[in-house]
Structures are given as structure tokens and as C-alpha cells.
């Protein structure tokens, strides 16, 4: 699944592609991927003009003039492909959809875009597993819905300070450090990839009990998720599942990663074998030696 480095480099990407652009019009065919379509897209994103793309934890939001945004979650196995005239761009977990031709039949959602000099272009939401979603929202409502309220804060927002972080932290204390990372209430955008890498950088073992961790190891382990995060934009995204940025270069994070799917290689700080655990019911990669489990 994408987390916030990705979701942050398909927002960059698309941003210029898709800004300025005006829709006209919205095909979907699979009703749970845009579950408040009927009605709202007539009369909020038909010839509505794309004004900006944010992101909000693993969450792309795309503001339009209507007074309504149009939020996308990738979920599992969600992609956006934008086709123009010379231009195709691919974002998401790459299958045949990205580079065969669309719609396929993972396509949930087609839209048809034109820029000011009536050069048609086309967005494709494609999403094998049908886990992913597009919703219409007024733009002023879209800190307010459900999704967005128990969302916490964002890492790399100046306002999340240490202090803010290890409130969040704490508010599970009884639980393993590694499941509150992924907690997305707890904190935004953080999945199993940098979960790994930041625990490890820590030397912190992600079963450890969070109530139990120094003032100073929770300070540390923020300052790694923000420098991961940082690392991990800056060089487009992972490459998880081959997971390709909105100009359809690979990201390259992947290279970058101490832990995640290094299993059985040494560990760069002290030599020992990384080793691959269940925590949280997902695959969990450590080095044994730098993160023992202290009880
Ligand atoms: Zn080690």
C-alpha cells in the first residue's frame, strides 16, 4: 500500500498535469469505488476546473472551483494513470493497466479532461482489488468527514513538534511501538516500509511496549520517521510492488532501506543478520542484535 512518501510523489507528479484542467466528463462502473456519485457528479465535477492537489495522510485530495474536492485512497492495489496527447503517467502499483491501454478491466472510474485549448486528456482510476475509493466533498467539509477527523497529525508539519508526537505515542501506551506507528489515528501516513526503517534506525524492537520507551527513544524515533519521510520524497516514493511515480520513473527508496526486505543480509551498523518476524499481524523486518526486545 502506498504510504505518505508515495501518496506525497503522486500528489507532486500529478499536480502539474492535472492542474487547470476542466473535467468533462466522469465514467465509473463499479459503484463502492465512488460510493456518492450518483447526482453529485453532475452537479459538482462535470465542468468543474481543478484548481489543486493536497495530500492528507495516505489520502489525495484534488480541490476543484465547484466548492467541492474529489478525495482518492489508493488502498491496496489503486492506481491513477493520466493519458494526454503526448503524455502518459502512471501512479500507483503498476500491473499490464499502466502500460497496456485503458480502461481495462481494473478501470473504476474514467475522467475526461480538457486543458483551456481544448486538448482532451484522460485520468484513470484503476483498482484491481476494489479496495480503493473516490468521494465528492464540499472543499470547507473535508477536514470534517470521518476519515479526516480521526486522522492525526501530519509528521512533517511544522506543528507536529516532538511534544505533539509523543502525546500521540502515549495515548496507547499498552500497545507494541510498531502497531501505534501504523495506528494512522495515532499518527498520518506511516505504514509497514518506514515502520521498519524508523524502528530500526532507532534501534527500538517493534513489539516494544510504547509506555515504556524513554522520553528520549521517542524523540529519537521522530526525528527518524520525519528524515525516512524527507529521504523517501525527495527520491520519488519506494518501490515497493514496483511501485512507479506520476512520470512513471521507479522511486527509489527501496535502495535506500536498511531493514525492509533485507532479510538475510548483514545489518550496516553491527554485521548481524537481519531477520524477518510477525508483529502486528504483518511482516516485520529487524536486526536482532541492534533492537533486542527489552522488558
Ligand atoms: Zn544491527
Redesign the pocket.
Known amino acids: 500500500m502506498p504510504e505518505l512518501p508515495e501518496v506525497e510523489t503522486v500528489k507532486n507528479g500529478l499536480t502539474k498535469y492535472l492542474s487547470n484542467k476542466t473535467i468533462l466528463a466522469v465514467d465509473y462502473d463499479w459503484d463502492k469505488s465512488f460510493p456518492n456519485s450518483k447526482g453529485y457528479v453532475d452537479n459538482y465535477l462535470i465542468e468543474a476546473k481543478i484548481l489543486k492537489l493536497r495530500r492528507r495522510g495516505k489520502a489525495l485530495i484534488i480541490d476543484l472551483d465547484s466548492g467541492y474536492s474529489l478525495l482518492i485512497h489508493l488502498k491496496m492495489t489503486g492506481q491513477l494513470v493520466y493519458k494526454g496527447k503526448d503524455q502518459k503517467f502512471g501512479a500507483g502499483h503498476p500491473n499490464d493497466s499502466l502500460v497496456g491501454s485503458l480502461p481495462d478491466k481494473s478501470t473504476r472510474v474514467t475522467i475526461k479532461l480538457s486543458d483551456d485549448n481544448q486538448n482532451i486528456s484522460t485520468l484513470f482510476f484503476n483498482d484491481q482489488r476494489k479496495f480503493g475509493w473516490m468521494r465528492l466533498v464540499p472543499t470547507i467539509e473535508v477536514e470534517n468527514i470521518n476519515f479526516m477527523k480521526k486522522l492525526g497529525p501530519e509528521p512533517l508539519e511544522p506543528t507536529t513538534t516532538s511534544k505533539v508526537f509523543k502525546q500521540r505515542l502515549l495515548r496507547r501506551k499498552n500497545s507494541g511501538i510498531k502497531a501505534v506507528l501504523l495506528d494512522q489515528t495515532v499518527i498520518a501516513g506511516i505504514g509497514n516500509i518506514y515502520a521498519d526503517e524508523c524502528l530500526w534506525m532507532s534501534k527500538i524492537h517493534p513489539e516494544t511496549r510504547t509506555g515504556s520507551l524513554s522520553d528520549a527513544a521517542m524523540n529519537k524515533l521522530f526525528v527518524h520517521i520525519k528524515q525516512v519521510f524527507t529521504t523517501s520524497i525527495n527520491s520519488g516514493g519506494s518501490t515497493d510492488k514496483n511501485y512507479v511515480n506520476a512520470d512513471g520513473q521507479k522511486g527509489s527508496y527501496l535502495k535506500f532501506a536498511k531493514v525492509f526486505r533485507r532479510e538475510g543480509q548483514p545489518?550496516e551498523?553491527?554485521?548481524?543478520e537481519i531477520i524477518k518476524i510477525k508483529v502486528a499481524g504483518r511482516g516485520t523486518h529487524i536486526?536482532p542484535?541492534?533492537q533486542r526486545l527489552k522488558k
Do not use: P
Open positions: 545489518c551498523r553491527c554485521g548481524s536486526c542484535k541492534c
